[in-house]
């Protein structure tokens, strides 16, 4: 489809999908039936909306890295909480991280993020909006979260299972899309967070380049000792 229109509808298209995912009120079975369904186009549909979360949460990663801990990157255990098909896994790669797990809620993305190749380990059905039996504490540098903190999929409670698995003084990046940070007052479970000695900010990129129109506020968080 090459005219204008053809272009018009393919991307009402896309931002339906889009939109429609928004929409699963966090219910774990609506999401892994969704994106079980849209595993196969969804890398089209995102980059054709001209996504850039995957690239600034990584970049953020980085400069983290290069700014706090300063050891080998090759070195740095990073967790892709809701890793998807793999795409922030694939810039942490370029970037020079080797040493990155994943885990999403849905199978079928999860396996498309292994077979990227750039992941250590993928797991799949785990649920960020529950504990994390299978990770123990303490036990990344980085852990990283785009696309995730979004509406109808992640309560911002689930950076509290982020932060535990992080190592004390380690570091969470998360994206927020604008809209989900003002619909569940985000800043308000950080504050909590913060007074609890759980996590404290350390890094704060408003009202970033996200996708199509959207924007997404970028978040680095320090890991405390609680
Ligand atoms: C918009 S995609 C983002 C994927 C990837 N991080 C990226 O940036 O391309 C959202 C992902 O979150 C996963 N997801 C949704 N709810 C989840 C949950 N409760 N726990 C873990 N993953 C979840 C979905 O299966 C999907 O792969």
Known sequence: ???????????????????ASHALDGDADRLVQYYREWAASYELDVEG???RGPSIVAELAGAVQAAYIGSERAAIAVLDAGCGTGLVGIELDHLGFRLIDGFDLCETMAEMARQTG??????????????????????????????????????PHGLRELARVT???????????????????F?????????????????YLSNGRYIGEEDAHYWAYQVGHR
């Open 1 to 19: 489809m090459n005219t204008l229109a053809g272009q018009n509808t393919l991307r009402q298209a896309r931002r339906k999908r889009i939109d």
């Open 118 to 155: 750039t992941y250590r380990d993928v797991k799949g059905d785990v649920d960020l909006n529950r504990p994390l039996p299978d990770y123990s504490s303490a036990s990344y540098d980085i852990t990283v979260c785009c696309g995730v903190f979004t509406l109808g999929h992640v309560r």
């Open 167 to 185: 190592r004390p003084n380690g570091f969470v990046v998360v994206s927020t899309e604008r809209s989900y940070a003002e619909a569940t007052a």
């Open 187 to 203: 800043e308000n479970e950080v504050q909590r967070f913060q007074e609890a000695g759980v996590l404290k900010p350390v890094q």
């Open 49 to 51: 909306e001209h996504y």
